[in-house]
């Protein structure tokens, strides 16, 4: 059986080496390129992007070379994100996941049907290269979750950047099961590694993406799902022959807003979401932001809190108060001012009631009472039984 499995993967082996090959040709794989250049040419994979800097959205779009993310799970919101963090230039990615590739996977983006059989990483990473191979590549074929696992799983977090031995920058958890999820939260807290969870509901119509920094915000244990919460085995709550929906629309969505907040977040622009939601059915996009739980069930993350504590007291923020500019009006010589015409008095008396409100809360505006004409001045017009000729005659004389 060893030594089947070998033969395989040595003709796996030497297929990919056949398709490098034939992609060297014409139409094929794209040498690499040293440096991001701005210019507009149809060969310039990056002069759109580099758009960005010249139209002052990002103040330096070539630093997404500098940064090294881990992707876990490259399922269905997972190769999404991995795709586009590829186009736009990532400097480094790590795959993880330790399924397969099937035709029951092809409702989704990203994967083919002749890539069938194959992991999914490797099969992203071929398709990823020929990309842009300008993206160094890490993959590993293994479920995080098991014991050996976990810890190779964090020494790459720690010692996997694109300088092998510093920290990633970044890991995204594209996972569909809490156990990895639950997992990628211990070992973050841990090593006060900065995560962005995301995630689609089992009928496909809704979805969430979340920052988590340890200390800061709320880790996935601060307030976990029933599941979890429960310790209840999710295995035992799936089915036989029944699976959850899946939709490449929604799945889009999520891993764009994913990627749109990881670019934010390195690359310092606009503003990063710590919570956004995705509702399908009403086109909803519910966003918060959820502070840590004093009383959270990991150890890891309630020292990260008091942590952070230290920190804020060591470097305290700095609010600014923005003082209005006094109004100058230019070639006022004569020092005219406007002053109405109506007193306090006559404003108070024609609002309406006060009311008694608590402490903190003021009344953005008031009903006017009704009141007849006339009845500031307390003056009444009389009637007069001339023409308009004879008073417009008597205007004139005056």
Known sequence: MAASEQLVEQLR????????????????RRARIEQMSPEVTDSNPYSRLMALKRMGIVKD?????????AVVGVGGVGSVTAEMLTRCGIGKLLLFDYDKVELANMNRLFFQPHQAGLSKVQAAEHTLRNINPDVQFEVHNYNITTVDNFQHFMDRISNGGLEEGKPIDLVLSCVDNFEARMAINTACNELGQIWMESGV?????SGHIQLIIPGESACFACAPPLVVAANIDEKTLKREGVCAASLPTTMGVVAGLLVQNVLKYLLNFGTVSFYLGYNAMQDFFPSMTMKPNPQCDDRNCRHQQEEYKKKAAENP??????????????????????????????????????????????????????????AVTGETVPESEESLEELMAKMKSI
């Open 317 to 374: 923020k700095v609010e600014v108060i923005e003082q209005e500019e006094e109004i100058v009006h230019e070639e006022n010589d004569w020092g005219i001012e406007l002053v109405s015409e109506v007193s306090e008095e006559e404003l108070k008396a024609a609002s309406g009631p006060v009311l008694d409100l608590p402490e903190g809360i003021t009344m953005a505006y008031t009903i006017p009472n009704k009141v007849e004409e006339n």
């Open 201 to 205: 509901s089992e009928n496909a119509v």
């Open 61 to 69: 779009y070539e630093k997404i070379r500098s940064f090294a993310v």
């Open 13 to 28: 082996r030497r297929v990919r080496e056949l398709e490098e090959e034939l992609g060297r040709g014409e139409g094929g």
